[in-house]
């Protein structure tokens, strides 16, 4: 997965994300977090695109922030735990997992921000 940039709350103006990770093909996809260590303060990966994820094999809770094409919150799933499935969010076009608690000012409809390129 190729370090692509930074996400920033746009209301708040406060990185969400430093170092972000870009899943966006068949194969990291599917791998997602599966076998990696927990994420770190700063970190994030974008599943894209993507509208559900899952849990299963993790051993950490994560938040996941639904996304749509502009970067808008659809969804958040706050500290979703391990061997869980997410909704459904239909209208999604990313997912961003996080750490838990790193989304705790992030709410439904807020835009984020993705600095250096294009979602």
Known sequence: MPLLQQIQHQASG??????????????????????????QPGDGLLITPCQQVHTHFMGYAIDVVFLDASLQV?????AMRPW??????????????????????VQIGDQL???GGKA
């Open 14 to 39: 406060r990185l969400l994300v430093a170092r972000l990770r870009r899943a966006d093909n068949f194969f990291t996809r599917l791998a997602g977090l599966l076998g990696r260590k927990p994420l």
């Open 113 to 115: 921000v993705l600095a």
């Open 84 to 105: 869980r499935i997410s909704a459904y969010v239909r209208k999604a076009a990313h997912v961003l997992e996080l750490p838990a608690h790193a989304a705790s000012e």
């Open 74 to 78: 659809l969804a958040i799933d706050r």
